[in-house]
């Protein structure tokens, strides 16, 4: 029989560093200091205390660092910028409006989907980033308001970025960790999203009613948009495709996604060869990547002191005796908490916590699973629950204050009305297809 571990002082202090990081960086609009400060300053305390007590040193917290999730976002964040001044972005969003002819409910599913297709590729922050400014435009032309599509937008990136590996951080964190491939995560994810995505449509059908029932009364000049550089565009769309490909054989070509995303990367950058690599790398967020990276050493300490085997000990009865209870209450739990507060953090802890029960012999696949639904749907929850939805809520807040109108505001009241019940019934949704097809998710992933 296993000796249960007894709590040390270095898991002690391992354990009140990363209490103190994670509370700085969930409070960062309290104190004003930005989360990747306190990532900084917390993987720094943890290195220094590692030394100390002799359970994590320098060249330890370099391997701790994932560098599969830290380069694929950077290539991915070069390309996007490549991309977003060709005008293709802004072109497809007036042809949805078009076909739309003024339907508003039409709208927001043609809106939504475009959202969501485009997510599965690209992160959510990204594809709110690119929408939300033409909704907005499109909106005041058709004189209608813009809340129910900010929101719709808002809610469909997060939904549809838990369906690839490299739709949403957290995924790519679990994917890496888990020895995921893309094909695997998809097949998994695709249609527990789907599901949850039509649910989000029809309750936003119902929540958004009284918006949604208004007559548009102006139209869209399509002529405003125009390509400002159909030729980049379309060998963009190009690359995206050969790195689709890519992503479904990496696994079996022995690359890892950083090495398709760099690949596409460089690909671009020869077919596009007016693009000059300063511009393209100068939308890549540093201060994000420096936040990734600090995480990852501070969680690794937290991992080498032996803290999270520590609570994983507590965790093993309840999770041997009933697996899939165990496996919907993480759901749960992980969207409750990922509403409130970052997920990306949360996901940073409960990895090492899994990979300790795997080593013990129990099988976490389905909590793989499971923690990617509940941190990638909890965003949802509110206002804050994601970036993507702090965007979505500053770009409001700032039309709310240039037309005088405060109606045109998303508060967190709004919020609370349409995101917190769509939240709650993707979660709904999402436990009947785990409890159905249990085994298909228990299975070992191969």
Known sequence: MVEPLVMTEAMLVSGLILAFTFIGIFTEHVHGFERA???MLGAGMMVVAGQYYGFYTPEQAIHAVDWNVVFLLACMMAIIAIMLPTGGFEALAAWLTNVSGGRQYLLMCLLGTAVTVISLM???VTTVVIFG?????????LRVSPIPYLMAAALLSDTGGVATLVGDPPNLMIGSAANIDFNTFFIHMGGVVFVAWVSILLALRWLCRKDLTQASHGTFDEGKLIFKDRKLWNQSLFVLGVMVVLFMVHHAIGWEP???AAAGLTLLLFLANHIELDHAMEDVEIPLLIFFISLFVVVGGVEHSRFLEYIGQFILPFIQQDLLTATIVLMWAAAILS???DNIPFTAAMIPILLGLEQQGVNVTPLWWALAV???MGGNGT??????NVYIVTLSERLAKDRGDPSLAITPWVWFKT??????VTLVVSSIVFVLFFGFFSAPIK
């Open 37 to 39: 400060k306190f990532a």
């Open 122 to 124: 690209l992160d959510n």
């Open 133 to 141: 400014p033409l909704i907005v435009m499109i909106a005041q032309a």
């Open 258 to 260: 950083w090495m398709v």
């Open 339 to 341: 509403a409130m507060i």
């Open 374 to 376: 509940g941190v990638g």
């Open 383 to 388: 206002h804050i629950g994601s970036t993507a």
């Open 419 to 424: 995101g917190t019940p769509a939240m709650l």
